[in-house]
């Protein structure tokens, strides 16, 4: 490793226990020392979020300055299963006009500012757009993914 810290790997967990206890600007305040940290020393820094993709809390608004404050969103699982879970309950909750609304979705469903992976995207997508089925849907949604995975992500500050 290089004195100014180049290949130096953090992992940052106090900002999730933070986030756990409801604790958010604090956990908000300590990412922005460590983004000032980081920018000094030059070293990748991973933090762990228990957030619920499904809960009311994932929304744009409640997670602006928490998505501002990292380069990546990073899923817990990456196979497609919270995808599937989602596009199957917008399969049943809206019916013949999901169609419409796929291609709607498809050409505006990432936040230009912040760099999500597609299934957290359509979330966020759904909850902004699409108040009155977002809760039936991401309810079935919620459903169908848990049998296998636990939806929490992880966000990855990385060195510019």
């Known amino acids: 490793m290089s004195p100014d810290g180049a290949g ?3 992992y940052g967990e106090m900002v999730g226990v933070l986030w756990k206890a409801r604790q958010y600007s604090l956990a908000i305040q300590l990412e922005q020392f460590w983004n000032r940290l980081v920018a000094a020393r ?3 820094l991973f933090c762990a979020y228990p957030i619920d993709v499904f809960d009311d809390e994932f929304r744009i608004d409640a997670l ?6 990292h380069t990546h969103l ?4 990456s196979n497609g299963d919270l995808e599937a879970a989602i596009n199957r309950a917008m399969d049943e ?9 796929r291609l709607l979705i498809k050409s505006n469903y990432r936040p230009s500012w912040a760099v999500l992976p597609k299934a957290e995207a359509i979330v966020l997508w ?3 757009n699409l108040h009155e089925d977002a ?7 919620r459903q169908y993914y848990r049998s296998s995975y636990s939806p929490i992500a992880s966000l990855e500050n990385q060195e510019g």
């Open 64 to 69: 602006d300055a928490l998505l501002c404050a």
């Open 74 to 77: 990073l899923p817990t699982g």
């Open 93 to 101: 909750v809206l019916g013949p006009r999901v169609e419409s609304l």
């Open 42 to 44: 030059q070293f990748n």
């Open 8 to 10: 130096l790997r953090i």
């Open 126 to 128: 759904l909850r902004n």
């Open 135 to 141: 809760d039936a849907i991401l309810s079935r949604a």
